[in-house]
Nanobody
């Protein structure tokens, strides 16, 4: 059974940092390109960053230079290091594969506010 479990969210002040994790089970994690997505209140879900099996990463312009995606294939876990956070980063963050065709997890809530 495929399961994606996101964690690490919370509340931070602008300029702060958080590290999100996504534990994957039921998939051949090391063979999949993976990605982070987010959905702000009242907005559509959007792509944030992705990482392919070779480790090459890509980022949305809005997070480039502030967020870093990484993966640990031995642990089947995806990470998102978020630095210099802004109020507009407030959203529920989800992980999925690059094609977003796995069952979605519950996500982890991130709030950036003074």
């Amino acid at each position: 059974q495929v399961q994606l479990v996101e964690s690490g969210g919370g509340s931070v002040q602008p300029g702060g940092s958080l590290r999100l994790s996504c534990a994957a089970t039921g998939i051949a994690f090391s063979r999949l390109g993976m990605a982070w997505y987010r959905q702000a209140p009242g907005e559509a879900r959007e792509w944030v960053a992705s990482i392919v099996t070779t480790g090459e990463a890509a980022y949305a312009d809005s997070v480039k230079g502030r967020f870093t995606i990484s993966r640990d294939n031995d642990k089947s876990t995806l990470y998102l290091q978020m630095n210099n956070m802004r109020p507009e980063d407030t959203a529920v963050y989800y992980c999925n594969n690059r094609y977003s065709n796995l069952p979605w997890g519950q996500g982890t809530h991130v709030t950036v506010a003074s």
